[in-house]
């Protein structure tokens, strides 16, 4: 199945030109300018993706398509997927297309909870959602699109009532070298910051009306 690879290991490998790490998977957004330039790289990544026997997730729109990878059956990133960003970087440069390392990010909701075994089945069959697969034994429950299209919604143990607060925020996952200037627009927009306690882990944002959210990376964690 292949050896678990951290985000940090994952990140000093692939190349930093076209790829990103955001919320354990390597991302990659290539600027096209038009969907038959787009449908060209799709094609020539299934080419390569075929050749290395591991298949990425790809989203073909009219100026850029979105790459990503990571090792399902093991809920984690591998050797695979450093392989397969390596010979995708080979066809764009090939092809001559530029990618936009600020644009993928993850979206996830965040659902604060007492007894989180008592919500989740509610969640799962209201979303039509599945179990997430992860590596991690410690990491909280998450719930999954099964067609990987909707935001994952995931499960925050709380130690204590707090009706004060909204029980319910959103993530966003970003990548490591623009999260300083994702916050930073926000604030601009109005929000402001609660707490960078635990960045570059996350930041906690309200808005003006103090609904929250949280800009995440990889660092600093585990």
Known sequence: ??????DSEVTERIDARHWRVVLGR??????TGSFVRGAALVGRVTEVAEELGHHPDVDLRYPAVHVSTWSHDVGALTERDVALAAAISGVVDD?????VTAQPQGFEVAVDALDIPAVVPFWRAVLGYEDERVAADDASPAL????GVGPSVWFQQMDAPRPQRNRIHLDVSVPHDVAEQRVAAAVAAGGH??????????WVLADAEGNEVCVCTWQARG
Request: hydrophobic letters at 45%; a positive charge.
């Open 95 to 99: 092809l001559g297309i530029e990618a």
């Open 1 to 6: 199945m292949g050896q678990r690879l951290t």
């Open 26 to 31: 390597v991302h990659g957004t290539f600027r």
């Open 144 to 147: 999954v699109d099964p067609l």
């Open 193 to 202: 910051l609660v707490s960078d306690r635990r960045a570059p882990a996350f």
